[in-house]
């Protein structure tokens, strides 16, 4: 089945973006052809994407702060007999009551560049410049340090948090090589180990090899070898008491997760954040 999914927003379209891919994980066999409509702020615009829509019907789900353009959306779709979903309005109307507040019908609101738009920047600019074990002179300055043997996912992971705004560094665990003793001195940062099973590393590192048009079988990716680096990191982790976390069936969404809430049990409860 092949299904054209609409997705209308009068900002970027992230938000949609992400209820989408929520969505469409509860489902299997299906082919979808997403059509991206962003920063759609007046009528002149919304009647060209309703045109394109008629012309390529199916789901539309849309987040548009302007009533007047919501109407005109609703009406048109049900006169072409196509269904639409509004991601926040039910969200927003709950708040609504519970806060006894009118709801602000300014479009990208949540893109105001505010102080917390400004610190996300600049973490994400640490994170890049810390990455792959650079800088250890300024760790402490991190929220968050990821230690881990070669593609264990610490580099996407970091990026990830990075844009939730956390400043990330990440360490590299290789036997020949051990960290820079400013690891082990760190006070402020939250170290957390990852871990990933010897056929997990094998195969993405094998992948990695082949991507760069390397030879596939080297010490790289041999069992013994990976076995010693992951008991090596496993050992290092035990003796300092660091957290630990299995990516192997994570995805990188799930490790950030688990860590923001490692984090949030440090600072008091403060959990996983938006």
Known sequence: MTLHLHLLSDSTGETLEMVAKAGLARFEGVETIKHFWPMVRSEG??????????????????????????????????VLGIPLVSALDPVVHALSRMLGQTADTRPGRQHVLDAAYFE???????TIAHDDGIGAEDWEEA??????????SKTPTSIYLAN?????ANVPLVIE??????LYRLQHPMIV?????????IQVRRNRLLSLNQVPETAYVDQERVNSELAFARRMFSDHEWP????????????AAAIINLVGERRGGEGFVS
């Not at 180990?193 to 590393?201: D, E, H, K, T, V």
């Open 143 to 152: 929220d968050i340090v990821l230690v881990g043997v070669s593609r264990s």
């Open 193 to 201: 180990g990852l871990i990933a099973s010897p056929n997990r590393l």
């Open 177 to 182: 090589s051990p960290p820079p003793p400013a």
């Open 164 to 168: 939730r705004g956390y400043r990330v």
């Open 244 to 255: 630990v976390i299995d990516v192997t069936r994570r995805s990188i969404e799930e490790t």
């Open 120 to 126: 996300r920047v600049e973490a994400i600019q640490y």
């Open 45 to 78: 615009h919304l009647d060209r994407v309703l045109v394109e829509i008629a012309a390529r019907p199916g789901l539309v789900i849309y987040t548009l702060a302007e009533t007047k353009l919501q109407r005109k959306l609703e009406t048109r779709c049900e």
